[in-house]
C-alpha cells in the first residue's frame, strides 16, 4: 500500500464521513481519514490521508486557507444560514432599493475583506459546554455562540443579477462561509442565505486534481514523501533513526516540525529539546558549559 494523500471531489449530499467509507472500501484500505469536512450540502476539494504514516502527518496541516465559489441568495434567511434550513422570506421595507454590483463591491471591501469577527452558525460542529451546538439546537436548547476572528483574503464578485450573487472567497481555517452569506444579507439590510458552496482549493492542492470517489484508485494517492517535502527536512543515520524510533534523543540542531529522513523515506516528526531538558542526556553536554542542542521524535511516522 502506498501512504499519502487523496484529492476527492466530494459531490453534493453525502457528508464528508460517507466520502471516507466510500473511499475506504474502494481501497480496501480502514485508515483514512480527512483534512477538514465538507457540508452535506457542499461539494468540491476534500483532502484525505490514507494509510497510518499519513494520518500521523494530519496535524503539521491543521491551518490551512482555502478557496470556495459561493452562491448566495438575497431576499431570504435560514435557520442553518443554508439552503438546508427553514427558509423564510423577506419583505422589502418601504423605500429599499435593490443593491447593485458598486453597493456590493463596497459592501464587501468595508465589512469582509481582513481580519473580521464571525459568529459561527449555531447548527454548526462547533461545541459548546463539550457539545456541538448543532445537536443542542436539535434538542431544542439554546445556544449563544461567541464571535471569533476569522480572516478572509480575497472575496471576488463573479456574477450577480439580483437575487442571485456568486462569489469567490478565499479564507483561513475556521471561517464559515454561511455566515459571511448571512452576514452579507444583513448589511445589504435585506437578508440572504447560501444557495451553493463548492471548495476548489484547500493549502497548496487544487480540486482541478481532484478524483471522484467513485474513481478512486491507490495510483491516485500522492506518496507522503512529496507531501512532507517542503518541510524542513533533516537526514539521519542508521542508529540515529533506531534512536528517534525507541523514544532516545539525537543531538540534532532542528527547528519544530522538522521531518526526519532515512534512506529516502521520512520516518518522524522531530522536537527541538531546549537546554536542561528533562528529556536530555548527560551525555550529550559537551566539554564547555553549554550543552549540545538534542532533538527526540515527537511522532514516530
Known amino acids: 500500500m502506498r501512504h499519502g494523500f487523496l484529492l476527492i471531489d466530494k459531490p453534493v449530499g453525502p457528508t464528508s464521513h460517507d466520502t471516507v467509507a466510500q ?17 452535506p450540502a457542499a461539494s468540491g476539494l476534500l483532502v484525505l490521508a490514507v494509510g497510518s504514516k499519513a494520518l500521523k502527518a494530519i496535524e503539521l496541516f491543521g491551518d490551512l486557507s482555502k478557496e470556495y465559489d459561493a452562491g448566495i441568495h438575497f431576499g431570504a434567511v435560514s435557520t ?31 465589512k469582509f475583506i481582513g481580519k473580521i469577527a464571525q459568529i459561527p452558525p449555531v447548527y454548526s460542529a462547533v461545541k459548546v ?15 449563544n455562540l461567541p464571535a471569533r476572528e476569522v480572516k478572509i483574503g480575497a472575496c471576488d464578485i463573479l456574477s450577480y443579477a439580483y437575487p442571485e450573487l456568486s462569489l469567490r472567497i478565499a479564507c483561513g481555517s475556521g471561517t464559515y462561509i454561511r455566515s459571511l452569506a448571512h452576514d452579507l444579507g444583513t448589511a445589504v439590510r435585506f437578508g440572504a442565505y ?35 517535502s517542503p518541510f524542513e527536512s533533516v537526514e539521519v543515520t542508521a542508529d540515529e533513526a533506531e534512536d528517534l524510533c525507541h523514544g532516545r534523543p539525537i ?21 527541538p529539546l531546549k537546554d536542561g531538558s528533562p528529556n536530555q542526556s548527560s551525555a550529550t553536554a559537551d566539554s564547555g558549559s ?7 521524535a515527537r511522532k514516530v511516522l
Do not use: C, N
Open 251 to 271: 543531538s540534532r540542531a532542528v527547528k519544530p516540525d522538522a521531518i526526519a529522513w532515512f534512506e529516502g523515506l521520512p520516518i518522524a516528526i522531530l522536537l
Open 23 to 39: 473511499v475506504r472500501r474502494a481501497l480496501s484500505e480502514p485508515k483514512i481519514g480527512h483534512l477538514g469536512t465538507l457540508d
Open 290 to 296: 553549554r550543552q549540545a542542542q538534542q532533538a527526540r
Open 80 to 110: 442553518t444560514y443554508d439552503r438546508e434550513g427553514v427558509i423564510e422570506e423577506i419583505t422589502p421595507k418601504p423605500g429599499w432599493t435593490e443593491p447593485d454590483i458598486a453597493d456590493l463591491q463596497r459592501v464587501i471591501a468595508g
Open 194 to 228: 447560501l444557495s451553493s458552496l463548492r471548495r476548489t482549493r484547500v493549502g497548496v492542492w487544487s480540486l482541478e486534481h481532484a478524483v471522484v470517489p467513485e474513481k478512486v484508485a491507490w495510483a491516485h494517492v500522492i506518496p507522503l514523501k512529496e507531501i512532507l
Open 129 to 143: 459546554g463539550g457539545e456541538r451546538a448543532y445537536r443542542k439546537m436539535r434538542q431544542g436548547r439554546e445556544v
